[in-house]
C-alpha cells in the first residue's frame, strides 16, 4: 500500500516554495551573474567536483543559479557532459550535451537535449533548488523528479554524486521533508562548496 500524502507537510512546502522563489526573483541581476560566475570557480577548483570524469547541469529557469559558466570552465578537459530530459513516470535521463549544442524544448518548458543524443550515467550531477539546509535536504519544485532519479541511481555500485546549486541566501534552518526526500551529497553556492557525506 502506498503511503498516504500528508496535507499539512504538503502545505507547509507549497508556502515555502512560494516564499523561496519570491525571495530567489527579488535577488539583481547583476548578482545572479555574479553568483554564476562563482559557482564555476569553485567547482573547477574543488578537489572532488572538478576531478569527477563526467557531469550533468541543467539549463536555469525562473531565477536557478546558472551552472552553464561549469560546462565553459570545465571544457578544455573534454569530459563527458550532460542534462536531464523529463521521462514517463516523472523521472530524470540523462543526455549528453556540450555548451553551444541544440536544445529542444520540452512540453513542461524545460530545454533538453536533442532526443537522438546518447544517454549517460553522470559521476555528478548539479541539482537546481528553491531551498536548502545543512543537512543536505533541498526543497524542489513538487514534482519529484530529481528525487526519484537520485533514489534510483544510487542502487548503483558506484552511484554519482549529488550537489545542489543555489545561492547562499536559499540556505534555512530545516527543510520539511518526508520518506521520499532525498538528501544531496554537497552544495555549492557562490560562497563555496559544502560536503554533507
Request: contains cysteine; charged residues 20%.
Amino acid at each position: 500500500m502506498q503511503p498516504q500524502p500528508d496535507r499539512r507537510l504538503d502545505t507547509e512546502k507549497r508556502k515555502l516554495r512560494q516564499s523561496m522563489q519570491a525571495r530567489r526573483m527579488a535577488l539583481p541581476h547583476a548578482a545572479m551573474a555574479m553568483a554564476s560566475q562563482a559557482v564555476a570557480r569553485h567547482f573547477a577548483d574543488h578537489p572532488i567536483l572538478a576531478f569527477a570524469p563526467s557531469f550533468a547541469g541543467y539549463i536555469p529557469m525562473r531565477g536557478e543559479v546558472d551552472v552553464r559558466p561549469v560546462f565553459d570552465i570545465m571544457a578544455r578537459f573534454e569530459k563527458d557532459t550532460a542534462l536531464p530530459c523529463i521521462m514517463g513516470e516523472k523521472s530524470l535521463l540523462f543526455r549528453q550535451w556540450k555548451l553551444h549544442d541544440p536544445l529542444v524544448r520540452h512540453a513542461l518548458g524545460v530545454q533538453e537535449p536533442e532526443p537522438t543524443m546518447p544517454s549517460l550515467i553522470p559521476a555528478l550531477v548539479l541539482v537546481p533548488l528553491l531551498a536548502f539546509d545543512g543537512a543536505g535536504y533541498r526543497l524542489g519544485y513538487g514534482g519529484g523528479y530529481y528525487d526519484r532519479t537520485m533514489a534510483a541511481l544510487r542502487q548503483f555500485t558506484t552511484p554519482p554524486l549529488f550537489i545542489g546549486v543555489g545561492y547562499g541566501s536559499q540556505e534555512i534552518d530545516q527543510v520539511p521533508t518526508d520518506h521520499f526526500d532525498e538528501p544531496l551529497d554537497g552544495i555549492l553556492t557562490e560562497l563555496g562548496v559544502s560536503m554533507f557525506r
